[in-house]
């Protein structure tokens, strides 16, 4: 069964922190996404890896970093945490070629 | 940029049918998708046009345009379980990046 795996639920961290949300997948796709999900605005891409150490900014990069030193995980920095980056952060992996995304649970980011 | 356009919500009776539009304006186009999620779920894949017409995956169906940069989701046969977020999704660029609308949210009603 295919498995993408990020590493908290829910995450409660004060404004100023540095915060890491790891994502991990086992089906050996080269692009993984971030994406914050907020009421009404949809899926919001963050960045974009489409290989090891290969990475594109999306839509919202701003505040944001990202690491993918294994092909299996990809890392999202939140360099200062604010509270307008209180959201749900979701992470999906998928092959090059391939029509599917697979998601992970998501993470549930409150900053106070 | 790239830029996906889908009704917010949209409301039908159970045993309906309901269709779900997307029009989109993005560069170098390779297909769109389509993605259900349940509230407090991820979403799941539901289904993908890369070229013109109707692919049919037992109750739900999805159709492309390309020329008119224009795609459908439709739901047959509407289920209470069918109530849900829909979102298109377009891939694009040279390493089929995924960039999603904002969502049509499905109510179904007996």
């Known amino acids: 069964d295919v498995k993408v795996t990020q590493s908290s639920r829910y995450l409660v961290k004060r404004t100023g922190e540095k915060v890491f949300l790891e994502c991990v997948q086992d089906?050996?796709?080269?692009?993984m996404f971030w994406y914050r999900q907020d009421p009404g605005l949809g899926l919001r891409l963050i960045y974009f890896s489409y290989d090891v150490k290969m990475k594109e900014k999306g839509d919202i990069p701003e505040g944001y970093s990202v690491s993918r030193e294994k092909k299996e995980r990809f890392s999202l920095i939140l360099e200062s945490a604010s509270t307008n980056q209180t959201s749900m952060y979701l992470c999906?992996?998928?092959?090059?070629?391939?029509?599917?995304?697979?998601f992970g649970q998501g993470t549930r980011l409150t900053v106070v | 940029g790239q830029s996906l356009e889908q009704p917010s919500e949209v409301t039908a009776v159970e045993g309906a049918i309901v269709q779900i539009n997307c029009t989109y304006q993005t560069s170098g186009f390779y297909g769109l998708s389509w993605y259900q999620q349940h509230d407090g779920g991820a979403p799941t894949f539901l289904s993908y046009n890369a070229l013109d017409g109707l692919e049919e995956t037992g109750r739900f169906s999805s159709f492309l345009s390309r020329s008119d940069s224009y795609g459908y989701l439709l739901l047959q046969e509407l289920q209470m379980k069918d109530s849900a977020s829909y979102f298109c999704?377009?891939?694009?660029?040279?390493?089929?990046?995924?960039?999603f609308g904002a969502g049509t949210r499905l109510a179904v009603h007996p």
């Open positions: 089906m050996d796709h080269e692009n």
């Open positions: 999906a992996s998928s092959p090059t070629e391939g029509t599917e995304a697979f």
């Open positions: 999704a377009v891939s694009s660029g040279g390493y089929n990046k995924l960039i």
